[in-house]
């Protein structure tokens, strides 16, 4: 090893020759105290700033020469100089981001910690990360920044529609929140983004298209989703939990379906319908698993089922319809049928009549019952043609 100083310039530090094999050779500024370029056997130059910190002697990174020009060099030396003259270790704060985890370290703790744990949805929370996420993966926590995370959210929001952008924002200030309440210091990239304005959906199946629809229902080869569809408009239960539904949580004596945890974190009983109940009893007959709606993936149920449902809109003639607007259809049939707000919130396990203001606005105004009577005047289009509307 050899040391020398000397006035740092482009010229001199282009010149300083490779170090001897195994050794490295240093080469301390005149000008800036502690700034010191370090050469290696194959001729690597890298900028260090050696300054004792605490009463420990610590060698500071500042960068690689050429990439780092003198002047710069020198500035950041001096700056890093300040910092520690106010009481600041910086060699402290990169060994801290060296040694932090990867969002995708944080995502799968907060998956195993808190989704699972928490969440019936949790599969939904999976999807959605690798799907809008995964390129942050391999990324230390602290390099993700606001102003990325306002530019991901713009992103979703003209590409996927402004509920989804909202869904994804709120996922990532909830991962980074867990992040926090697990130790981490850093500052939440999501505090501070508004989300966007979203309209409520007025959208249900109307009376003339219930036939179509039933029809094409009929009709679909895919005998798990077709009755996954059925059992999500009788039931009115959230997509997320009729897709989990287990026969363990079906009371046939009592044609109830008691759901343990449900999006507001509370039980719901779900009254079943006579037609619905007809439905379950004659898949349980079939069933080798415990879900009703078994599948080929990870979760051991059924997933998402787009494709099904786009061929029975397709067949139908029915346009801008989503699996969660069967769960509407029924509240929507109970507000016509005579049931009040109360009871169309208890039936759909709305834990506020906020959620059930959009049924009393659709000019439908008037907890078995209600739901029977809706099921009924439902199913009554069932079979009829056009001319019978």
């Known amino acids: 090893m050899a040391s020398f100083e000397i006035n740092f310039t ?11 094999k195994g050794k490295r050779d240093y ?7 502690g700034l010191v370029l370090a050469v290696t056997p194959a001729g690597g130059k890298s900028f260090y700033l050696y300054k004792r910190i605490d009463g420990r002697p610590e060698r500071l990174l500042l960068g690689k020469f050429p990439d780092l020009t003198v002047e710069n060099a020198r500035k950041l030396a001096a700056s890093a100089k300040g910092e520690i003259a106010m ?12 040694d932090e985890m990867t969002f995708g370290a944080l995502f799968t703790e907060y998956l195993e910690k808190h989704s ?16 809008f996420l995964k390129h942050w993966f391999k990324r230390k926590i602290s390099s993700i920044e606001k102003p990325e995370v306002e530019r991901l959210h713009a992103k979703v929001g003209k590409e996927n529609g402004l509920y989804q952008a909202n869904r994804l924002l709120e996922r990532i200030r909830s991962i980074f929140s867990k992040a926090t309440d697990w130790g981490w210091n850093g500052v939440n990239p999501a505090t501070g983004i508004k989300k966007y304005r979203e309209k409520s959906r007025d959208r249900f199946l109307q009376p003339e298209e219930l036939p179509r629809f039933f029809e094409a229902l009929s009709n679909e080869p895919n005998e798990v989703a077709r009755d996954f569809f059925m ?7 959230r997509k997320s939990n009729t897709l989990a539904m287990r026969w363990d949580e079906i009371s046939f004596h009592g044609e109830t379906w008691r759901i343990a945890r449900t999006k507001n974190d509370d039980p719901q009983i779900v009254h079943l319908s006579p037609q619905a109940m007809e439905i379950l009893k004659e898949r349980k007959l079939h069933s ?7 599948g080929d993936g990870a979760s051991g149920h059924l997933a998402d089922p787009k494709k099904a449902w ?41 834990r506020s009549q906020q959620s059930t203001a959009v049924y009393a606005r659709l000019n439908l105004d008037p907890v078995r019952d209600s739901v029977n009577k809706a099921t009924d005047a439902m199913l009554g289009y069932m079979g009829r043609n056009d001319d019978e509307k």
């Not at 029975?312 to 507000?335: M, N």
Request: charged content about 25%; proline content about 4%.
């Open 231 to 237: 059992i999500s408009l009788l039931a009115g239960a």
């Open 87 to 98: 009481g600041e270790n910086p060699q402290k704060a990169k060994r801290s981001i060296r």
């Open 288 to 294: 080798l698993s415990p879900w009703v709606f078994p």
């Open 116 to 131: 699972k744990v928490h969440k019936r949805s949790w599969a939904y929370d999976e999807r959605e990360v690798n799907k």
């Open 310 to 350: 786009m061929r029975i809109l397709k067949e139908a003639g029915i346009a801008d319809l989503r699996i969660h607007d069967l769960r509407r259809t029924l509240g929507s049939w109970q507000a016509a049928t005579g049931a009040n707000s109360y009871i169309i919130g208890k039936s759909l396990g709305h």
């Open 10 to 20: 482009k010229a001199a530090l282009t010149g300083a020759a490779p170090a001897a």
């Open 27 to 33: 080469y301390y500024d005149g000008k800036e105290k």
